[in-house]
């Protein structure tokens, strides 16, 4: 099946930076999701944004939906060890439609 | 409890076998989407339930894979003749689909199909 992508595939930072990931598409989507996966569970939803152009901050995470439809990027801002995980965009285009996901960011914290 | 609930956790089978895999979403949520993780990969849709609605089943890989929701809440995925390339966690997730609201799907923790 079609996966969005999504860079970069690995980061490795010190506690404290800020991060940056972007997902692209080849086709428009009318929603975009960020969601982060630990370990062993289901993915949990970080961010919801539902109109292009939108700029949608959740506390330390802020992503913003491309007036193009076809990219979205999510930053993280002073990472702190929580944070450590697989980071998933994911595209829909309605709202009881399937998600696209895109093949996912890892976030290691260097001590 | 109160979210997604899926069993078996872990499932480690022979090729060739059938396995049976249960979702039990949140209650009241009318929708309910599976979902297959391949090790490293990102999520891929499989089929999709609402309501009383014919399922979306554009995902399936094969015609080995099935699913069913009876009464509107549990799903059962059914994976019939295991390949081990059917190895992978198998996630799966509802949605309130209430009208006039965004709406989220939440997901479970997932199951690790391993085929040997």
């Known amino acids: 099946g079609q996966q969005l992508n999504q860079s970069p595939q690995s980061m490795f930072i010190q506690e404290g930076e800020d991060v940056s990931m972007n997902c692209t598409s080849s086709s428009i989507f009318n929603t975009w999701l960020w969601y982060k996966q630990d370990p062993g569970e289901g993915p949990v939803l970080l961010i919801a944004l539902y109109k292009a152009g939108e700029l949608t901050s959740n506390g330390r995470l802020t992503a913003q939906f491309g007036i193009t439809r076809k990219d979205s990027f999510l930053n993280i801002s002073a990472s702190i060890p929580s944070d450590v995980g697989i980071y998933f965009c994911?595209?829909?285009?309605?709202?009881?439609?399937?998600?696209?996901f895109g093949t996912g960011t890892r976030l290691t914290i260097i001590p | 409890g109160a979210g997604v609930s899926q069993s078996p956790s872990n499932k480690v089978t022979e090729k060739g076998k059938d396995v049976e895999l249960r979702c039990d979403p949140i209650?009241?949520?009318?929708?309910l989407y599976w979902y297959r993780q391949s090790l490293g990969q990102g999520l891929e849709f499989l089929i999709y339930f609402q309501g009383n609605s014919a399922p979306d089943k554009s995902g399936l890989p094969s015609d080995r894979f099935s699913a069913e929701r009876t009464g509107g809440s549990v799903s059962t995925l059914t994976i019939q003749r295991t390949q081990q390339e059917d190895s992978a966690v198998y996630l799966c997730?509802?949605?309130?689909?209430?009208?006039?609201?965004?709406?989220?799907?939440?997901f479970g923790p997932g199951t690790r199909l391993t085929v040997l």
């Open positions: 209650s009241g949520h009318t929708a």
């Open positions: 997730a509802s949605s309130l689909l209430s009208s006039g609201s965004p709406d989220t799907q939440y």
């Open positions: 994911a595209g829909q285009m309605g709202g009881n439609e399937k998600l696209t």
